[in-house]
Each structure stands twice: as structure tokens, then as C-alpha cells.
């Protein structure tokens, strides 16, 4: 007896898990992935401090993100969209012409720190997993293309 209800009850919060699942999707939020135009990129030291940059910190820290099919699913939408949104805001390389609200310092803290890219980030894209010496190249990198080509000039 014990088992027939457990398993009705089961059933049951699987049935209300869907159409709470069905029913978030109906949520706006989290479903423009147009990006900006990109108005002016910092000016790289090097291709490949580029394509470093591209593998780990574009997808939030640029206007040239790409929109993988699960980025249109809530709630993974959400968070998707609010990660972008910040990133953008704090961080845009393809916003070069603009102040900044990070510091070059902090962005060599974070990349030093293993803080960027998330580890939520790295979890789901490998490319984004820099090895200790891509980190190394990476943030010399920036330090002299932020240097030569400082934001909001």
C-alpha cells in the first residue's frame, strides 16, 4: 500500500513539475538574443590574445554572443540573459569607445583568480577552460592592449 502511494504521489509532482516547466516558458524575459552592433573593439596587442579573449570572455563581455538553443529555455534563459546584461555592462570589448565600469586591475584579479570565466561558464563550454599558461598569455595580453588602447577614447 505504502508503494502505490508514494508512487501516485510521484507521479504527481512530476505531473506539476512540467506544467510549472511549461508554464515559465511563458515569461518574456530571457528571449531577445539580438546582439548591439559592435561600435568599436579595443584595439588587440595580438591575434591570439583575440581569439583568448573570444574563447573565454566574449560570450558576456561583448556584443558578439552567441545564443546556444538552451539559452531560449527558462529558467536557464533567465540567468543567461541577467549574466549578459551585467557582463555588458561591467565589461564590453566591443563597446571600446565607452568608459568601462571595470578597471584593469580588476579584470587581471578575476582572470588571475580563476573568477572569470564562472565556473558555471567553464562547466558547459570547454573552450572557455583556460589552461594556467592560456591565462598567463591572456592577461598579458590585455595589459597591453588596455595600456595601448585605453576605454572611452
Avoid at 581569439?51 to 546556444?68: D, K, M, R, V
Wanted: glycine letters at 4%; one cysteine or more; aromatic letters at 8%.
Amino acid at each position: 500500500m505504502r508503494n502505490a502511494s508514494a508512487m501516485r504521489l510521484l507521479f504527481r509532482l512530476l505531473v506539476l513539475a512540467a506544467i510549472v516547466l511549461v508554464a515559465i516558458q511563458l515569461v518574456p524575459y530571457g528571449r531577445d538574443h539580438t546582439n548591439p552592433r559592435t561600435v568599436q573593439e579595443i584595439r588587440w596587442n595580438t591575434p591570439a590574445t583575440r581569439a583568448l579573449a573570444e574563447s573565454a570572455c566574449f560570450a558576456c563581455h561583448s556584443n558578439l554572443t552567441e545564443w546556444p538553443w538552451y539559452t531560449s529555455v527558462a529558467p536557464v534563459s533567465w540567468l543567461t540573459q541577467r549574466d549578459v546584461e551585467d557582463g555588458r555592462a561591467k565589461l564590453n570589448f566591443s563597446e571600446w569607445q565607452r568608459p568601462q565600469d571595470a578597471d584593469l586591475q580588476e579584470v587581471v584579479e578575476a582572470i588571475r583568480g580563476k573568477g572569470m570565466p564562472p565556473l558555471e561558464y567553464r562547466a558547459i563550454h570547454s573552450e572557455a577552460r583556460l589552461s594556467d599558461t592560456e591565462r598567463q598569455q591572456l592577461e598579458r595580453g590585455l595589459v597591453a592592449s588596455w595600456t595601448k588602447d585605453p576605454p572611452g577614447r
